[in-house]
């Protein structure tokens, strides 16, 4: 039985990899603290006048947690008729309430809400008055909630008008902004990512949260890094606000923390005197010795903990969780390309929409599983992934960190450049994401537009890195579609430059590819690395595994714009382009193929992007994964081509209708021959592989038993895989899989369930396609899972296999207690799932732990 990487082996237990966010207990004198406010929310999706007054009756509204999306029941799907008459997913107003109570001990001390964002706009109230307004649907969003909030036994309540409407406009200038498209940001309606709360004093460094509180917060950066000798210098820059109604003079101070708790490096900041109300930086620079390098195979991150204190007392202290590398972008064939802390870096990996959505859920799912999908890419070997459009979530950032992924982020944007008052809005949306991310060290470049900006635009976007980001070693681009005029008159101006050569997959062929790769600019090339952001725009279904296998006999490509290949043929074609820009990676010493120095495969996982909702394809079937995240046979292959070691992988399965004869396709790298076994007897041994990495065993036979691969190199065995004939379908198998503190009952959280026919041995059934029907009881929330194939398949209490496989998804509920999921599959024995909701400490609306981490396990301060 071929094993399946599912999400299993990848959870991991979350440290915090947030900026400004507590990881470790600050010394005790310090005011800061940080609440969870993702739990206890009331919800409605509706627009219902009076809910802004803190005396509006609110009982009958649902509980929810966030993040949460209203879209979660109606996206990937096609048939959904809500009030008005409208197809679709629902596009309006809902309303959010939360009820909360702050500790006596926060009287005369500064509170903040922050948002990691929302979709699309919203307006604030507190306590009845309106505080805030937030438009954009792509950055974090910040409040300063002291002058309107009460203190110990009296309640507060914050109502969030949110509207997703794409054709919501700038209240200030009835603009619509540009990257508001169902089609290249799918539109997940809702407060969809985390929520805190924060208690600072009243002298307190800021928050990197420009919109709503217009603050930087902490930067911190290397200064005169060097590699070789393990050592580099640490700058920090601090923004602080005395708001203590008195002057101060306050002095500024560094600790350096490793992974284990360990400090590294202390130093001294500047001092200075603050009069009441006044904002300023305040700067230190330190040594780090026998510092680790953040680098994608060994992605080292430190905490820089910078403190405030007045008169020898601390007042505050602040943890910034970042990573030091030394990078260099270089043009020039054979030499250029991307440097990181010293080395040439090939970066390899995916393309995929920054709203990371998931069948089911859409864009709102706890951060345990954003955790578990980086570590998937990371274990097909990607180290690079591009966002497209909008900037990326700040939760996949701190993924990104945390297991060595190069990303390119880009801020707000759709297909072309934009004049006037859209043009100010993504530049301030960019400004917005650069003070956000400067101190995440996975984001090597920024992306000032999908397609070619103007001289002067590019120059403003460069411009504005400088200003916000100057110390840290990225560079700013664009992603251009052709080598045309437009894209030569940025050539001197723009430092990176980020490429599409797509073709439609129904009559690329190989000789023209490569002239066009042979011809691509090399003056762009000789100045500044060439990436490619997003190839292999073709579609193919997990569950459809070739022309051989059972029911999919006689595949045929869908309509245009739907499905290309089967899970076969699209590997085929993965290894086709990627063995295309392999061949003329800009480390090729021969300066006709020294071009490329990055490679994006559009699409890490199914979605539903690409305005597809409304049309009879559903949604996008580029991925490499499906949208539950099961792993399609090109996963593999990717894992097999960007594997630095020896690899191989036997595409497909081993259990075929009797009589079958077909090509078996090995996919190996790092060898020089591959030979095939049937049942232990050699087939032969093929030398010259096809796309660098396929070897085709053609009119092989299939007989019940073993199918063996087995990659030499000298004549040493350096890879194997063997498969094995699955017998008649015998029983369901359950899987379950949660955070590592379990499912928690906190309204938001989620447990997956895979569910497998197998057969007597416990071998997955390969070709199983048939119904499987579930009961749920106790405190849970239904999502199900997703039939790509299937219109309107998911949310419901059915789901089919798909190559044996598929997965499900519930929610928890506010309430602890046994969650108890029975499948039920005709012909084999019911199984039964039993899980418990962890019951969540929620004091007056607060959880004293940041989000995605576990529980708090006391109560909090009164």
Same mark, same amino acid.
């Given at each position: 039985?071929?094993?399946?990487?599912?999400?299993?082996?990848?959870?991991?237990?979350?440290?915090?990899?947030?900026?400004?966010?507590?990881?470790?207990?600050?010394?005790?004198?310090?005011?800061?603290?940080?609440?969870?406010?993702?739990?206890?929310?009331?919800?409605?999706?509706?627009?219902?006048?009076?809910?802004?007054?803190?005396?509006?009756?609110?009982?009958?509204?649902?509980?929810?947690?966030?993040?949460?999306? &209203?879209?979660?029941?109606?996206?990937?799907?096609?048939? #959904?008729?809500?009030?008005?008459?409208?197809?679709?997913?629902? =596009?309006?107003?809902?309303?959010?309430?939360?009820?909360?109570?702050?500790?006596?001990?926060?009287?005369?001390?500064?509170?903040?809400?922050?948002?990691?964002?929302?979709? @699309?706009?919203?307006?604030?109230?507190?306590?009845?008055?309106?505080?805030?307004?937030?438009?954009?649907?792509?950055?974090?969003?910040?409040?300063?909630?002291?002058?309107?909030?009460?203190?110990?036994?009296?309640?507060?309540?914050?109502?969030?008008?949110?509207?997703?409407?794409?054709?919501?406009?700038?209240?200030?200038?009835?603009?619509?902004?540009?990257?508001?498209?169902?089609?290249?940001?799918?539109?997940?309606?809702?407060?969809?990512?985390?929520?805190? %709360?924060?208690?600072?004093?009243?002298?307190?460094?800021?928050?990197?949260?420009?919109?709503?509180?217009?603050?930087?917060?902490?930067?911190?950066?290397?200064?005169?890094?060097?590699?070789?000798?393990?050592?580099?210098?640490?700058?920090?820059?601090?923004?602080?606000?005395?708001?203590?109604?008195?002057?101060?003079?306050?002095?500024?101070?560094?600790?350096?923390?490793?992974?284990?708790?360990?400090?590294?490096?202390?130093?001294?900041?500047?001092?200075?005197?603050?009069?009441?109300?006044?904002?300023?930086?305040?700067? +230190?620079?330190?040594?780090?010795?026998?510092?680790?390098?953040?680098?994608?195979?060994?992605?080292?991150?430190?905490?820089?903990?910078?403190?405030?204190?007045?008169?020898?007392?601390?007042?505050?202290?602040?943890?910034?969780?970042?990573?030091?590398?030394?990078?260099?972008?270089?043009?020039?064939?054979?030499?250029?390309?991307?440097?990181?802390?010293?080395?040439?870096?090939?970066?390899?990996?995916?393309?995929?929409?920054?709203?990371?959505?998931?069948?089911?859920?859409?864009? +709102?799912?706890?951060?345990?599983?954003?955790?578990?999908?980086?570590?998937? #890419?990371?274990?097909?070997?990607?180290?690079?992934?591009? &966002?497209?459009?909008?900037?990326?979530? +700040?939760?996949?950032?701190?993924?990104?960190?945390?297991?060595?992924?190069?990303?390119?982020?880009?801020?707000? *944007?759709?297909?072309?450049?934009? =004049?006037?008052?859209?043009?100010?809005?993504?530049?301030?949306?960019?400004?917005?994401?650069?003070?956000?991310?400067?101190?995440?060290?996975?984001?090597?470049?920024?992306?000032?537009?999908?397609?070619?900006?103007?001289?002067?635009?590019?120059?403003?976007?460069?411009?504005?890195?400088?200003? &916000?980001?100057?110390?840290?070693?990225?560079?700013?681009?664009?992603?251009?579609?052709?080598?045309?005029?437009?894209?030569?008159?940025?050539?001197? #101006?723009?430092?990176?430059?980020?490429?599409?050569?797509?073709?439609?997959?129904?009559?690329?062929?190989?000789?023209?590819?490569?002239?066009?790769?042979?011809?691509?600019?090399?003056?762009?090339?000789?100045?500044?690395?060439?990436?490619?952001?997003? *190839?292999?725009?073709?579609?193919?279904?997990?569950?459809?595994?070739?022309?051989?296998?059972?029911?999919?006999?006689?595949? @045929? =490509?869908?309509?245009?714009?739907?499905?290309?290949?089967?899970?076969?043929?699209?590997?085929?074609?993965?290894?086709?382009?990627?063995h295309d820009y392999m061949i003329n990676r800009i480390d090729n010493p021969a300066p006709a193929h020294s071009k490329w120095s990055a490679y994006a495969s559009i699409y890490w996982s199914d979605s539903d992007a690409d305005g597809r909702q409304q049309s009879s394809a559903v949604l996008r079937v580029s991925g490499k994964v499906d949208a539950v995240r099961l792993p399609k046979e090109a996963f593999y292959v990717y894992r097999v081509m960007q594997n630095p070691a020896p690899d191989l992988h036997i595409i497909g399965h081993w259990t075929y209708p009797s009589g079958t004869v077909k090509t078996v396709y090995v996919a190996a790298n790092h060898c020089d021959a591959v030979e095939l076994f049937v049942n232990g007897n050699p087939l032969g041994t093929v030398t010259r592989p096809e796309y660098g990495c396929i070897y085709a065993f053609p009119k092989v036979a299939f007989e019940p038993g073993t199918l063996s691969a087995v990659a030499t190199l000298n004549g040493r065995v350096v890879a194997r895989e063997r498969l094995e004939t699955a017998g008649p379908p015998a029983?369901?198998?359950?899987?379950?899989?949660?955070?590592?503190?379990?499912?928690?009952?906190?309204?938001?959280?989620?447990?997956?369930?895979?569910?497998?026919?197998?057969?007597? =041995?416990?071998?997955?059934?390969?070709?199983?396609?048939?119904?499987?029907?579930?009961?749920?009881?106790?405190?849970?929330?239904?999502?199900?899972?997703?039939?790509?194939?299937?219109?309107?398949?998911?949310?419901?209490?059915?789901?089919?296999?798909?190559?044996?496989?598929?997965?499900?998804?519930?929610?928890?509920?506010?309430?602890?207690?046994?969650?108890?999921?029975?499948?039920?599959?005709?012909? %084999?024995?019911?199984?039964?799932?039993? %899980? @418990? +909701?962890?019951?969540?400490?929620?004091?007056?609306?607060?959880?004293?732990?940041?989000?995605?981490?576990?529980?708090?396990?006391?109560?909090?301060?009164?």
């Amino acid at each position: 039985m071929k094993v399946i990487l599912t999400v299993a082996a990848l959870m991991l237990s979350l440290g915090c990899a947030c900026q400004a966010r507590t990881i470790s207990p600050a010394p005790s004198a310090s005011s800061r603290a940080e609440y969870n406010f993702n739990p206890g929310w009331k919800f409605i999706r509706a627009d219902v006048p009076g809910a802004d007054k803190p005396s509006f009756d609110d009982s009958s509204w649902t509980d929810v947690g966030t993040p949460h999306t &209203w879209n979660d029941v109606d996206s990937y799907r096609k048939l #959904i008729n809500h009030s008005g008459g409208d197809v679709g997913i629902y =596009q309006g107003i809902g309303w959010y309430r939360k009820h909360f109570r702050l500790p006596d001990s926060a009287h005369g001390k500064k509170v903040f809400l922050i948002l990691d964002g929302l979709r @699309q706009a919203a307006t604030f109230y507190v306590n009845g008055t309106r505080v805030g307004l937030y438009e954009n649907g792509v950055t974090r969003y910040g409040l300063d909630l002291t002058p309107y909030v009460n203190f110990g036994a009296i309640d507060n309540v914050l109502a969030v008008r949110v509207d997703n409407r794409t054709t919501y406009r700038e209240a200030s200038s009835g603009v619509v902004f540009q990257w508001e498209s169902k089609a290249f940001n799918p539109d997940f309606g809702g407060i969809n990512r985390d929520v805190s %709360l924060w208690i600072t004093g009243p002298i307190y460094q800021t928050f990197p949260v420009y919109d709503g509180l217009r603050t930087t917060g902490v930067y911190v950066y290397p200064e005169n890094i060097d590699p070789a000798r393990h050592r580099t210098g640490v700058g920090v820059e601090s923004q602080v606000r005395n708001d203590s109604g008195a002057p101060a003079i306050i002095t500024l101070s560094v600790a350096v923390i490793d992974a284990s708790g360990i400090v590294q490096a202390r130093f001294d900041g500047q001092s200075a005197h603050f009069s009441a109300g006044q904002t300023r930086t305040l700067s +230190a620079s330190g040594t780090l010795e026998h510092a680790r390098f953040w680098d994608v195979d060994d992605p080292t991150l430190y905490t820089v903990r910078t403190s405030l204190s007045v008169d020898g007392r601390v007042v505050d202290t602040c943890d910034t969780r970042t990573g030091f590398r030394e990078t260099s972008f270089r043009g020039g064939a054979g030499t250029g390309g991307v440097y990181l802390n010293g080395r040439f870096l090939w970066l390899t990996g995916y393309a995929q929409r920054s709203v990371d959505d998931w069948a089911g859920l859409g864009q +709102a799912y706890p951060d345990w599983m954003h955790e578990a999908n980086a570590e998937l #890419i990371r274990a097909s070997h990607a180290n690079y992934i591009r &966002w497209m459009h909008t900037a990326p979530q +700040a939760v996949d950032v701190h993924a990104c960190d945390r297991f060595g992924i190069v990303e390119v982020c880009p801020a707000g *944007d759709k297909e072309h450049d934009v =004049q006037g008052r859209q043009w100010q809005q993504r530049v301030e949306v960019m400004r917005d994401t650069i003070i956000a991310y400067r101190n995440n060290p996975s984001i090597l470049f920024w992306e000032a537009g999908n397609q070619v900006i103007s001289p002067d635009h590019m120059r403003e976007m460069v411009n504005l890195r400088k200003t &916000w980001d100057p110390h840290g070693a990225r560079v700013m681009g664009v992603r251009h579609g052709d080598d045309n005029a437009a894209a030569a008159a940025i050539t001197d #101006i723009a430092e990176y430059y980020g490429v599409m050569i797509g073709q439609d997959p129904r009559t690329d062929s190989l000789p023209n590819r490569s002239a066009i790769f042979r011809g691509y600019s090399a003056e762009r090339r000789d100045r500044a690395p060439l990436i490619e952001c997003e *190839d292999l725009r073709d579609e193919a279904f997990r569950g459809i595994w070739d022309n051989y296998s059972p029911p999919h006999f006689g595949f @045929q =490509q869908g309509p245009k714009d739907t499905y290309d290949w089967t899970s076969e043929s699209f590997c085929l074609q993965a290894a086709r382009r990627y063995h295309d820009y392999m061949i003329n990676r800009i480390d090729n010493p021969a300066p006709a193929h020294s071009k490329w120095s990055a490679y994006a495969s559009i699409y890490w996982s199914d979605s539903d992007a690409d305005g597809r909702q409304q049309s009879s394809a559903v949604l996008r079937v580029s991925g490499k994964v499906d949208a539950v995240r099961l792993p399609k046979e090109a996963f593999y292959v990717y894992r097999v081509m960007q594997n630095p070691a020896p690899d191989l992988h036997i595409i497909g399965h081993w259990t075929y209708p009797s009589g079958t004869v077909k090509t078996v396709y090995v996919a190996a790298n790092h060898c020089d021959a591959v030979e095939l076994f049937v049942n232990g007897n050699p087939l032969g041994t093929v030398t010259r592989p096809e796309y660098g990495c396929i070897y085709a065993f053609p009119k092989v036979a299939f007989e019940p038993g073993t199918l063996s691969a087995v990659a030499t190199l000298n004549g040493r065995v350096v890879a194997r895989e063997r498969l094995e004939t699955a017998g008649p379908p015998a029983a369901l198998r359950l899987t379950l899989h949660t955070g590592p503190g379990g499912l928690q009952a906190d309204g938001s959280d989620v447990a997956l369930v895979d569910f497998e026919v197998v057969d007597a =041995q416990g071998r997955r059934c390969p070709t199983d396609e048939s119904r499987v029907d579930f009961a749920v009881t106790g405190p849970a929330i239904w999502r199900g899972g997703l039939n790509a194939a299937i219109p309107d398949s998911t949310n419901n209490l059915y789901l089919d296999t798909e190559c044996g496989i598929n997965r499900v998804a519930v929610r928890s509920t506010l309430k602890p207690g046994l969650i108890t999921i029975t499948p039920a599959r005709k012909g %084999l024995p019911h199984a039964t799932l039993e %899980l @418990q +909701a962890r019951p969540v400490l929620i004091d007056h609306g607060l959880e004293l732990m940041p989000p995605g981490e576990p529980p708090a396990p006391a109560p909090l301060p009164n």
